[in-house]
């Protein structure tokens, strides 16, 4: 799950949840380290601080479309939101992505669509002449 290359028959087994009440099948000793690290990673608490914040940006997000307001830092809270992307994409990432495409071709896609999300909004906040 973690590198994307089939399992096959291993004997890497990852026990996770919070209970262990499934297993993630790793294709190597490596793969099953670095998928290891990612749960624990991924399962701070640093993570209820970024739900709070990507709540605080999207509120931001839709009062300011809502009432219609246009001033030149409208579109920070959208860069905002691509930052929190790109520190934990797991925050907006389901399994499925990870069970298709691997943690890592996920993570670093999600990244770069953050660093995408980043720009434009720099580039918006930039160039915008309200």
């Excluded at 990507?54 to 030149?72: C, S």
């Excluded at 990432?93 to 953050?114: C, I, P």
Aim: hydrophobic share 45%; proline share 3%.
């Amino acid at each position: 799950m973690y590198c994307g290359k089939p399992a096959g028959k291993t004997k890497h087994i990852l026990r996770a949840g919070k209970k262990e009440e499934y297993d993630i099948y790793c294709c190597g000793i490596q793969c099953y380290q670095d998928m290891k690290r990612y749960i624990e990673s991924t399962s701070s608490k640093k993570k209820n601080i970024l739900y709070i914040a990507a709540a605080v940006f999207v509120l931001m997000n839709l009062v300011i479309f809502g009432y219609k307001m246009n001033f030149r830092f409208m579109y920070l809270p959208m860069t905002g939101l691509g930052v929190i992307l790109m520190i934990s994409p797991s925050i907006y990432v389901t399994s499925w992505f990870f069970e298709k495409y691997g943690v890592k071709r996920t993570v670093k896609g999600v990244r770069l669509a953050g660093a995408a999300i980043v720009l434009l909004g720099i580039l918006f906040t930039v160039f915008w002449k309200p």
